[in-house]
Structures are given as structure tokens and as C-alpha cells.
């Protein structure tokens, strides 16, 4: 078991920067994947961006290239995400998610095996 703990979602303006925090306990030597998704009001679950823990590789869907970066603390196994130049379509509640073995796909949220409670993030215009 993989338990996950999101922090740092809030209330900010167009513009504005945010960092968010994914703490990890649990088996997390398992982990293989991390990943962040959003979710809107009414919307399904999207991608945003994700890391391998093993090599340090990352991901990111394309809206959030150049704005958003994930990187990670081994030693205190947290996985952070840089929000930077945010806008009101970046309003979602954002959810760290974990995947325990290897594979390919990395932007399905069914390629994940544990998720977090999710953390508000709200951009006003």
C-alpha cells in the first residue's frame, strides 16, 4: 500500500504561482511512477504532468509545458509541482497519484495504482 497526502492548493490570481506537494508513505519503494492529473467541475480527469522515480525522466501534457515543472525528494519522498503563469483554465482539484510497476503508458489515469484526496487550486481572473 502506497498512501498519498496532496498539499498546497489555494485560492490565487491570473499570474499568480503555486507549488504543490505530494507526500508519499507507505511501501513507497515501490513506486515506480508519479504523476499529477487535474479535474474540473464537470470534467473528466486529465493528465498534467508525471516523473519516474528510478531515472528522474518527465512528462507533461502540453498546456503546461514551460509553466509547470514536477520533480521530486527522495529523502523525504515527496513529489512537488511548480505552478507558474497560472491562468483561470488551471482551476481544478489536482490529484498525486502513484504507479507501483513498470510501464509504458504514463497520461491514462488507469496506468495508476494509488491516488491522493486531492488539493484545490482556484485562479481568479
Known amino acids: 500500500q502506497v498512501q498519498l497526502v496532496e498539499s498546497g492548493g489555494r485560492l490565487v490570481q491570473t499570474g499568480g504561482s503555486l507549488r504543490l506537494s505530494c507526500a508519499a508513505s507507505?511501501?513507497?519503494?515501490?513506486?515506480?511512477?508519479m504523476g499529477w492529473f487535474r479535474q474540473g467541475p464537470g470534467k473528466e480527469r486529465k493528465f498534467v504532468a508525471a516523473?519516474?522515480?528510478?531515472?528522474?525522466?518527465?512528462y507533461y501534457e502540453d498546456s503546461v509545458k514551460g509553466r509547470f515543472t514536477i520533480s521530486r525528494d527522495n529523502a523525504k519522498n515527496t513529489v512537488y509541482l511548480q505552478m507558474n503563469g497560472l491562468t483561470p483554465e488551471d482551476t481544478a482539484l489536482y490529484y498525486c497519484a502513484a504507479r507501483v510497476s513498470y510501464g509504458l503508458v504514463i497520461t491514462s489515469p488507469d496506468s495508476y495504482n494509488y491516488w491522493g484526496q486531492g488539493t484545490q487550486v482556484t485562479v481568479s481572473s
Open positions: 507507505g511501501r513507497t519503494f515501490s513506486s515506480y511512477r
Open positions: 516523473l519516474t522515480w528510478s531515472t528522474g525522466s518527465t
